[in-house]
C-alpha cells in the first residue's frame, strides 16, 4: 500500500520560515519524481516545485528564490524549504509521487502565513 505523508504545516508570520517534509512508503522512491503541490481556497491545485529522480527541479514563479525542494532517498522523503513566507502562500500542501503512468497524493499539510 503506497502512503504519502506529509508534515511540517502551521502557522507562521509573514517573512517567517517552515520546512514540509513528505516521507513516502510502498513505493520503489529513488525512481519517482517528487512534488510539491498547493491549493488555495477557491482556487485550482498548482504546481509549487518537483525534483525528478536525477534531481532535476522545477519551480513556479511565484516561490522561486524562496522554496527549496531537496529530498533524501535513504530515508524515502522529500522536504520543501519555505522561506521569506507570504500570506499569498496559504494554501494546503500536498506532496505528490509519480512515475511514468503511476501518480500518488499524499493528504495535505495546512499552511496559514498571518500576522
Known amino acids: 500500500q503506497v502512503q504519502l505523508v506529509e508534515s511540517g504545516g502551521g502557522l507562521v508570520q509573514p517573512g517567517g520560515s517552515l520546512r514540509l517534509t513528505c516521507t513516502a512508503s510502498?513505493?520503489?522512491?529513488?525512481?519517482?519524481?517528487m512534488g510539491w503541490y498547493r491549493q488555495a481556497p477557491g482556487k485550482q491545485r498548482e504546481l509549487v516545485a518537483t525534483?525528478?529522480?536525477?534531481?532535476?527541479?522545477t519551480y513556479a514563479d511565484s516561490v522561486k528564490g524562496r522554496f527549496t525542494i531537496s529530498r533524501d532517498n535513504a530515508k524515502s522523503t522529500v522536504y520543501l524549504q519555505m522561506n521569506s513566507l507570504k500570506p499569498e502562500d496559504t494554501a494546503n500542501y500536498y506532496c505528490?509521487?509519480?512515475?511514468?503512468?503511476?501518480?500518488?497524493w499524499g493528504q495535505g499539510t495546512q499552511v496559514t502565513v498571518s500576522s
Open positions: 505528490r509521487a509519480s512515475r511514468a503512468s503511476l501518480t500518488y
Open positions: 510502498g513505493i520503489s522512491f529513488t525512481f519517482y519524481t
Open positions: 525534483m525528478t529522480s536525477g534531481e532535476f527541479t
